[in-house]
């Protein structure tokens, strides 16, 4: 994961499931898969495949004005 971030940049947080119990609690079925959390963490957008910093940005600007417009 470093790497990448280090190749294609990123700054937001990531998790390292060594274990796999995180990849089993929210059903992964394939790497990479991602997961846009709301701030009550809330899971709003599973990402199958990889993503990049536009389309979050998007995804982000997307669910940050339906929650302006339901008053959340």
Do not use: K, N
Request: hydrophobic residues 50%; without cysteine.
């Amino acid at each position: 994961a470093r790497a990448v971030f280090a190749e294609r940049g990123g700054s937001w947080p990531v998790v390292i499931d060594q274990e796999g119990a995180i990849s089993v609690a929210y059903g992964v079925a394939r790497v990479p898969e991602s997961f846009l959390v709301a701030p009550d963490g809330t899971v709003v957008q599973r990402l199958v495949g990889g993503v990049t910093a536009a389309q979050l940005d998007e995804l982000l600007a997307r669910y940050e004005a339906a929650a302006l417009e339901s008053g959340s």
